[in-house]
Antibody, heavy 122, light 107 residues
Framework: QVQLQQSGPGLVKPSQTLSLTCAIS??????????WNWIRQSPSRGLEWLGR?????????DYAVSVKGRIILNADTSNNQFSLQLKSVTPEDAAVYYC????????????WGQGTLVTVSS | DIQMTQSPSSLSASVGDRVTITCRAS??????LNWYQQKPGKAPKLLIY???SLQSGVPSRFSGSGSGTDFTLTISSLQREDFATYYC?????????FGPGTKVDIK
């Protein structure tokens, strides 16, 4: 059974970088049949897909236009985890952030991390 | 981007009621449509995938139908544990997008 465990600070100052990590158990971040995603949820934007990282003989990333230029996703094969960095945050980036797995054969988000409530405030 | 809409945005129902939620995509997505249930403070949970396939462990009172642009989620007999918010999500193309949600609460 695949499980995801998120970690990272819940408070970020405006203009700084939000950094979250998602540790995977029961699967490999280097799997050729899974994508590793970040999704956020806020009252104003609802559920918003931010991006994915995946391995298909080499590493690929896809990002949402809304955060492109500010987002970096990385995979850490040594620790079997992946991470989100979102730069230059504003109060609009305040949300619950989720990591989620996506099987390319199944084509749905499962499992999900437990969620991290991120507040943007000085 | 493919836009997803849902109706209604909220509804009040009683235990035992039949409930239907509609999801519409801004372009055809074949059957690449998933439904999730979310309870307060929890991550969304997959109910239906591929528009009509029931995820393992999900009660059979949940069903999904549709293809192309119009989809429905039906709960045949609402149970107390079904009071939650329901989201549709298209897996047809990047960026993956979600509907705004339908909150089901107790009448």
């Amino acid at each position: 059974q695949v499980q995801l465990q998120q970690s990272g600070p819940g408070l970020v100052k405006p203009s700084q970088t939000l950094s979250l990590t998602c540790a995977i158990s029961g699967d490999s971040v280097s799997s050729n049949s899974a994508d590793w995603n970040w999704i956020r949820q806020s009252p104003s934007r609802g559920l918003e897909w931010l991006g994915r990282t995946y391995y298909r003989s080499k590493w690929y990333n896809d990002y949402a236009v809304s955060v492109k230029g500010r987002i970096i996703l990385n995979a850490d094969t040594s620790n079997n985890q992946f991470s989100l960095q979102l730069k230059s945050v504003t109060p609009e980036d305040a949300a619950v952030y989720y990591c989620a797995g996506y099987s390319t054969s199944a084509r749905w988000f499962d499992p999900w991390g437990q969620g991290t409530l991120v507040t943007v405030s000085s | 981007d493919i836009q997803m809409t849902q109706s209604p945005s909220s509804l009040s129902a009683s235990v035992g009621d039949r409930v239907t939620i509609t999801c519409r995509a801004s372009q055809s997505i074949s059957n690449s449509l998933n439904w999730y249930q979310q309870k307060p403070g929890k991550a969304p949970k997959l109910l239906i995938y591929g528009a009509s396939s029931l995820q393992s462990g999900v009660p059979s009172r949940f069903s999904g139908s549709g293809s192309g642009t119009d989809f429905t989620l039906t709960i045949s007999s609402l149970q107390r544990e079904d009071f939650a918010t329901y989201y549709c999500q298209q897996s047809y193309s990047i960026p993956f997008t979600f509907g705004p949600g339908t909150k089901v609460d107790i009448k």
